[in-house]
Nanobody, 113 residues
Framework: VQLVESGGGLVQAGGSLRLSCAAS????????MGWYRQAPGKERELVAL???????NYANSVEGRFTISRDNAKNTVYLQMNSLKPEDTAVYYC????????WGQGTQVTVSS
C-alpha cells in the first residue's frame, strides 16, 4: 500500500497550492479519503474528507478556502488550497479510510506572512 503526496512547498500568505495524493495497492473507489495536518507542537487535525461519491466535509478553519476532490479513475485525491494563511503551515497527510486506515508520508506546507 502506498499513499504518495506531492504539491507542498513555500507560499506567501494569500497564495495557493494544490496537494495530490496518489494511491496504490488499495481499493480506492469505495472508501473515503482525506487530508489531515499537523503543525509543530500541535496534534494532528482533520482538514477535509471526501466520500467515495465525492461529497466533501471540511474543518471550520478551512471552509470556503480549501476544496477536496477525488479522481477514482486515477486513484488520486486532491486538496486545492486558496487564500492560504500562516496558520495553515503544517505537514499535510493523506488519509485512507478503508477497512484498514493508511497514511501518507506527509508533505510540508509553509505559508509566510
Amino acid at each position: 500500500v502506498q499513499l504518495v503526496e506531492s504539491g507542498g512547498g513555500l507560499v506567501q500568505a494569500g497564495g495557493s497550492l494544490r496537494l495530490s495524493c496518489a494511491a496504490s495497492g488499495i481499493i480506492f473507489n469505495i472508501w473515503p479519503m482525506g487530508w489531515y495536518r499537523q503543525a509543530p507542537g500541535k496534534e494532528r487535525e482533520l482538514v477535509a474528507l471526501v466520500t467515495s461519491i465525492g461529497s466533501p466535509n471540511y474543518a471550520n478553519s478551512v471552509e470556503g478556502r480549501f476544496t477536496i476532490s477525488r479522481d477514482n479513475a486515477k486513484n488520486t485525491v486532491y486538496l486545492q488550497m486558496n487564500s492560504l494563511k500562516p496558520e495553515d503551515t503544517a505537514v499535510y497527510y493523506c488519509w485512507y479510510g478503508g477497512s484498514q486506515v493508511y497514511w501518507g508520508q506527509g508533505t510540508q506546507v509553509t505559508v509566510s506572512s
